[in-house]
């Protein structure tokens, strides 16, 4: 019976005091040179990621403190894609291109997740909660049920989300043309490189993985503010429109690479090794 189960305590939640971008890689001298690449031509962008992570670090704290079961699965989803963010900017500032985008992907996903939960009133949780908590006897276990749930609808229908999820999924699979742009970026007619384990700096995957972190940073920040959970920082929602607009303007610079739709085909845009070098076009 419903009455007969414990009641379930909430928190506390434990939100770090700040974030800081990621220190100098410990790695060969291919990672400390990507590191003094990436800081020098996407220190803009890094800055901007940096304040925005610290935005929602605030936002979190504040939610932390409405203990209430929504707010549980959102700041634990909300967790999870934070760690995934700020793990795929180390990977990227120290030249471990492939790694991130597995990370982007997952992201993508929990960020769907909150807003599809948002969108039908955690209607999927609640019922999920139905079976907390359960003691598995055969076992000698404490049962979770895996409680399966994803939200496609809500990639599908958020037009900044889409793009960034499917260029990212059709990466991080084994596809052999995928797989040869990230580690045979040089490819061409009549040659096919293979750097393995590569960590040397690529301006073109540099800048659109940091476009894809600026892009999912700002939308977490922006679908928490929008959920009304809690009472947030006065300045949030200020400081959410000023970061989107400021993210949006980097994103736009036509001289970064980009993935764009070309009848179902992506096609790689301003694709190149080095800052001076002569932007490729790549179709997938």
Aim: glycine share 8%; aromatic share 8%.
């Amino acid at each position: 019976m419903a009455g007969s189960r414990p009641r379930l305590r909430i928190g506390p939640v434990q939100v770090p005091e700040g974030y800081d971008l990621p220190p100098r890689p410990p790695g060969p001298p291919a990672a400390q040179d990507a590191y003094r690449q990436a800081q020098f031509l996407l220190g803009d962008d890094l800055e901007l990621f940096r304040q925005c992570m610290g935005l929602q670090l605030r936002m979190a704290s504040a939610l932390a403190r409405a203990r209430s079961a929504e707010s549980a699965i959102i700041l634990a989803l909300w967790s999870r894609c934070f760690s995934y963010l700020a793990d795929a900017c180390r990977l990227l500032m120290w030249g471990s291109y492939p790694a991130c985008i597995p990370l982007v992907r997952a992201a993508c996903d929990l960020v769907a997740a909150q807003r599809g939960l948002l969108a039908s009133g955690f209607e999927e949780w609640k019922a999920w909660l139905e079976s907390w908590p359960a003691q598995d006897r055969q076992r000698a276990a404490l049962a979770l049920d895996l409680g399966r749930y994803r939200a496609s609808s809500a990639i599908a229908q958020e037009p900044r989300l889409a793009p960034v999820y499917r260029a990212a999924s059709e990466l991080s699979q084994p596809h052999f043309g995928s797989t040869l742009l990230q580690v045979g970026p040089e490819v061409a007619l009549d040659h096919l490189p293979i750097a393995f384990a590569d960590c040397a700096f690529h301006l073109g995957w540099a800048e659109l993985l940091m476009g894809w972190l600026l892009c999912l940073c700002h939308l977490q920040a922006e679908t928490v503010a929008g959920a009304g959970l809690a009472s947030l920082p006065e300045e949030a929602g200020r400081e959410i429109a000023e970061l989107g607009a400021r993210v949006a303007e980097s994103l736009a610079r036509p001289d970064r690479c980009r993935i764009e739709d070309a009848g179902g085909h992506l096609l790689v845009v301003n694709f190149r090794r080095k800052a001076g070098g002569q932007p490729r076009r790549i179709v997938l």
